[in-house]
């Protein structure tokens, strides 16, 4: 049975996580405007007119602490969010940073071996097919230029090469 291995580092594209991260942080904000603004006009609705939520017997001081409860919640939220967020990405990113770096070797003429991503990681399916590849050209069915050498070599068809 094959040992996994843990990763120890989360963010390794910062392009593609740096963007994910902003984007969370975007909608984050976004819902916190519309969560107010929704609950500031739930206040109006409730009790109607500005007059009652600043004139006497104002609805106001009731309403900051629901505003603040919201945001210090979210705040505790976001930073599990972010988290949860970069090591999920880690499953893909990960992987195609990895296949990139040993496909760049093997067009160098560096030798190669089969890809072998950890459990839950995403694009095994691309793995595999690089390593169906690898293997084809390791076992000279295939020329460096990409074509199957069957087609070049008239004496490879007929001995089923």
């Known amino acids: 049975m094959k040992k996994m291995v843990r990763r120890r580092k989360y963010y390794v594209d910062n392009q593609v996580q740096s963007a994910l991260v902003g984007r969370v942080i975007r909608y984050w904000l976004l819902s916190l405007f519309i969560v107010g603004t929704l609950t500031f006009l739930g206040w109006m609705f409730v009790y109607p007119g500005i007059g009652s939520l600043v004139g006497p017997g104002a609805v106001l001081p009731e309403a900051v602490p629901v505003f603040v409860m919201g945001i210090i919640s979210t705040c505790l939220l976001l930073p599990w969010a972010l988290r949860d967020l970069i090591r999920f990405s880690n499953r893909f990113v990960g992987p195609i940073l990895r296949i990139r770096r040993v ?59």
């Open 103 to 161: 496909m760049k070797e093997f067009a160098e003429g560096k030798a190669v071996a089969a890809i072998h991503l950890r459990e839950g990681d995403y694009w095994q399916d691309l793995a595999d097919v690089f390593n169906q590849l690898l293997e084809r050209y390791q076992t000279d069915e295939l020329e460096p230029n990409g074509v199957d050498a069957s087609e070049n070599d008239p004496s490879l068809s007929q001995v089923g090469v």
